[in-house]
């Protein structure tokens, strides 16, 4: 990992980013019940049917949790507030809920982090869901009310804010693949999801800026996606795979507009007049967020709409069986900046991997983790210099969490979390990002 802060232009942010369910201890503070906790108890869905419940215990152990961002060199700290947490029933306010994130806040500034805060890291309340969830158009109101409570509270004293994340996962990977939280396997679910979230992003940001707030972002997750093969068939399905994944959200918010290839499936499906919606959509933001972590191969499989399927591709691939293809980055940064936002900046506001990480005489060695970030960071080195306005690199995560449906199994921090014990133990990866990152 040979770089140093003098490799990246002056005011470049390193931060390390986490979310709310997956390490604060949901069974905490008065939170509310939420879709993952009804997920993770139905079998089959969660490994283990483990859930949120204690999770790292973040709520409790908050402090010296940052103080292992500061003794990081980071700059910024990437978090989510639940809206479980805020508004346990998706509507009436907790106030042990808003008064743990005002103490997160104040933690970090003590410690001169920067705030960055997600609104919706798919903790959604049980309530709301019982409403129809993301499926329901009067959920982008909602949302927006939840934004004004949570931010009118610890608005002033952000550094970014950012609405929703991976609204990919949010609409398609939970109402059409079933694998996240609600587990619908629904097209015409999955379309008014695709939509509605964007909508609740637009009031978000609306909200927002009645609050007087600024350097609020966007934040999208990304996989390239290549043909599995050289026949003009896979071709096409790579094409609709990266307009289903990437070019639908980047496509609402930037261009008012969603990729003819994917309306050719859920057009149909879509909520009526949902053309109208894009001057709501389409709010100015002032930067945008890329989460990437992998590539796919794609091809046919003669089945119904979308018909395609991944293809187990040769590179050398993360405890999650993902390929590691730090070209990827590349191109979506300067694809990005090409196609859609121009001038604005970009931040790549997740990127890292698992690793089946083993602590031996008090130390744990993760030297994929950091082959990885060097990488993908020399991917972000080459973009800027063909003068992509790319401001900062966050790091997933902070530390070992509940990774949704895979349980506690697959390991993606710095810092080693035992969940037995909650004890924290800085990998090797960690140490070397505090070295190289010393101002």
């Not at 990977?173 to 637009?202: E, K, Q, Y």
């Not at 980047?250 to 919606?277: C, I, S």
């Amino acid at each position: 990992m040979q770089f140093t802060r003098a490799d990246f232009p002056e005011g470049f942010n390193f931060g390390v980013a986490t979310s709310s369910y997956q390490i604060e201890g949901h069974s905490f503070g008065g939170a509310g019940r939420t879709q993952w906790d009804d997920f993770a108890a139905t079998p089959g869905n969660v490994k283990n049917a483990e859930t949120g419940a204690i999770a790292a215990d973040h709520y409790h152990r908050y402090e010296a949790d940052m103080d292992l961002v500061a003794q990081g060199n980071f700059d910024c700290y990437r978090f989510s507030t639940s809206w479980a947490r805020v508004m346990p029933d998706g509507f009436t306010v907790n106030p042990d809920g808003l008064d743990f994130y005002d103490r997160l806040t104040d933690a970090m500034l003590a410690r001169g982090i920067k705030p960055c805060a997600t609104l919706y890291h798919w903790e959604l309340p049980v309530p709301i869901l019982d409403r129809g969830g993301w499926r329901n158009r009067d959920i982008a109101d909602w949302f927006a009310d939840y934004t004004h409570t949570i931010m009118a509270r610890i608005g002033d004293r952000m550094h970014s804010v950012a609405p929703i994340n991976e609204p990919w996962c949010v609409a398609w990977l939970s109402h059409f693949m079933g694998a996240h939280a609600p587990g619908l396997r629904d097209i015409r679910a999955t379309a008014r999801a695709m939509h509605h979230v964007l909508l609740a992003h637009g009031k978000a940001i609306h909200t927002m800026r009645g609050l007087g707030m600024d350097n609020l972002g966007a934040v999208f997750n990304f996989e390239w996606a290549d043909p599995a093969d050289h026949t003009p068939e896979a071709a096409e399905k790579a094409a609709l795979y990266d307009a289903i994944y990437n070019r639908w959200f980047l496509g609402g918010v930037f261009k008012g507009e969603y990729p003819a290839n994917v309306l050719d499936g859920l057009g149909v499906h879509m909520p009526d007049k949902w053309q109208d919606d894009f001057p709501t959509i389409t709010a100015p933001v002032d930067w945008c967020g890329l989460n990437y972590y992998t590539r796919k191969l794609i091809g046919p499989d003669g089945g119904a709409w979308p018909g395609l399927k991944e293809v187990e591709g040769p590179l050398e691939k993360t405890l999650m069986g993902w390929e590691i293809y730090p070209e990827g980055l590349y191109n979506f940064l300067t694809r990005t900046a090409r196609e859609y936002t121009g001038t604005l900046p970009l931040t790549v506001t997740e990127n890292g991997l698992a690793s089946p990480d083993v602590i031996e005489n008090g130390r744990i060695d993760d030297p994929q983790r950091s082959s990885y970030i060097a990488a993908h960071l020399a991917s972000v080195r080459r973009a800027i210099s063909e003068g992509v306005p790319v401001n900062g690199y966050y790091l997933w995560s902070l530390m070992d969490n509940y990774e949704w449906a895979f349980g506690y199994e697959q390991r993606f921090g710095l810092v080693h979390v035992d969940f037995d014990t909650l004890e924290r133990t800085p990998k090797a990866s960690y140490h070397q990002m505090a070295q190289n990152l010393r101002r």
